[in-house]
């Protein structure tokens, strides 16, 4: 008995003294190097960031808030990227029970009854080989992790849960951003509308005094149909943006996760304000705030891990077994002293000889998959400079436009109020009224769609600068 004992507490005891053997590359952060600032930013002593202020402080908007809390709930995108943490997670636990030993409880009842006739015609008279018996106990499995697969496993496992927790967080954030780009997208498309519909009255007051000026004889035939030019001009914009603000609103209702609705409105267009500053603080701070970055860097990590999980198969994998219960004929006296049955074996191994290169393959497919997660995290990297560079660059010069396209709508307002006194006085025709109006028309709309994108400007920035929903 002592001697058994001892024999099975010395793989135990060599497993505790091997346990910080791992084989396999142990992984460190990879250096990738940082600008010194982002192009068409601030200077990098600005460590301050856009990403730090609260999504709904940026434009503040109570029905906007809303609409993005009503999203957080109901949106379908999300609600799969949940259950894929949950998938991982479960994953994780399945892989990290394999460190514990695996105690199974088991039973059965074997019968056996020899043939008289058959092999054994020549027993004696009286003599049987009938024989039944009851087995129940308990028996144990336990892989012996002196080379660091299970562990590698475990450490792959857990990277790869964390990557999808990632995950749902760039679906969030990009979720948000939706939600926020469409509903913009709505209020400027309310704007267009509006426009429209004050054009179309005013094309039908023009209308309206053009054809009475027509019946006095102080104005022609092609006056009144230039003046109807422009009404119906007016109206297809109006049919056209209706259309655009319906599919808008569907759009905005699937992200949602509601049926195809009305959205209810906030703030106009107008009334909406950027903030003041959009700093864009360091580069360097973009490993640790968006979540793409930080879901390749944990896909890198389970890549890496996988390289020790295919060199541990060079080694042979040691597994300790045993069983312990009782055995006995009569099941009454299945639970005593003497029915008691253990059984011990020696750890067994199992050592690759000849597999035609199938380890060796195997790790070299390890390695080129780490290869390729650690290009994917650099790609990741340089990918989110380049959207926060274009960000800032799109937010500066959009901004610029904007104020321009405000100067020449004014330009256009005045050029049609003259336009309308020199035709009402005699000195032109109604070709440079219709000219004027058209400018008006156009330009009040291109202004509109720039205020929609100084907007839309402004969440790319938050996003691409890790901004999240908090």
Request: hydrophobic residues 40%; contains cysteine; neutral net charge.
């Amino acid at each position: 008995m002592k001697s058994s004992s001892a024999a099975l507490a010395l793989p135990v005891l060599a497993a505790a003294f091997l346990s910080s053997c791992e084989v396999g590359p142990n992984y460190s952060r990879p250096s990738v190097p940082a600008p010194p600032q982002f192009r068409g930013g601030q200077s990098a002593s600005q460590s301050k960031s856009l990403a730090d202020t609260k999504w709904f402080d940026l434009f503040k908007d109570d029905a906007l808030t809303n609409l993005v809390n009503d999203a957080i709930q109901n949106n379908l995108d999300l609600q799969i990227a949940a259950q894929r943490v949950l998938e991982a997670r479960a994953q994780m636990g399945q892989i990290q029970a394999a460190r514990f030993p695996n105690v199974d409880a088991t039973g059965g009842f074997d019968a056996q009854r020899g043939s008289l006739i058959g092999a054994n015609r020549f027993l004696p008279p009286g003599f049987t080989l009938d024989a039944s018996y009851t087995q129940a106990g308990f028996s144990l499995g336990w892989e012996l992790d002196l080379w660091g697969r299970v562990r590698r496993l475990n450490e792959a496992a857990r990277a790869q849960y964390l990557a999808s927790e990632e995950a749902r967080r760039g679906v969030l954030t990009t979720l948000v951003a939706d939600v926020t780009s469409q509903y913009l997208q709505l209020r400027e498309l309310d704007l267009e509308l509006a426009i429209a519909t004050q054009n179309r009255d005013a094309g039908r007051d023009s209308l309206r005094l053009t054809t009475l000026r027509k019946n006095r004889g102080a104005a022609t035939g092609l006056d009144v149909h230039q003046a109807e030019q422009f009404l119906y001009t007016a109206t297809s914009q109006i049919a056209a943006t209706e259309r655009l603000i319906a599919q808008t609103e569907n759009a905005l209702s699937l992200l949602l996760g509601h049926a195809p609705g009305e959205i209810a409105r906030g703030k106009t267009l107008e009334q909406l304000t950027v903030p003041p500053d959009v700093p864009a603080g360091l580069p360097s701070a973009l490993l640790e705030r968006r979540p793409d970055i930080r879901q390749a860097e944990q896909q890198l990590i389970a890549a890496n891990a996988q390289i020790g999980v295919a060199k541990a198969q060079y080694f042979p994998q040691i597994t300790l077994t045993g069983f312990l219960g009782a055995q006995s004929r009569a099941l009454s006296n299945l639970f005593t002293g003497p029915a008691r049955d253990w059984a011990g074996s020696t750890p067994g191994f199992d050592l690759p000889v000849f597999n035609a290169g199938r380890v060796r393959s195997g790790v070299r497919l390890a390695q080129a998959q780490q290869h390729e997660a650690l290009v994917n995290y650099v790609k990741t990297i340089e990918t989110s400079f380049r959207e926060v560079s274009d960000s800032l660059i799109g937010y500066s010069k959009v901004r610029e436009q904007r104020t321009q396209e405000e100067l020449l709508v004014k330009a256009l307002q005045e050029t049609d109020r003259l336009s309308r006194l020199r035709y009402q006085g005699g000195l032109d025709s109604y070709l440079q009224v219709l000219d004027a109006e058209r400018n008006l028309f156009q330009g009040q709309l291109v202004l509109a769609q720039l205020r929609e994108q100084e907007f839309l400007s402004v969440i790319g920035l938050y996003r691409a600068l890790g901004g999240g929903w908090q």
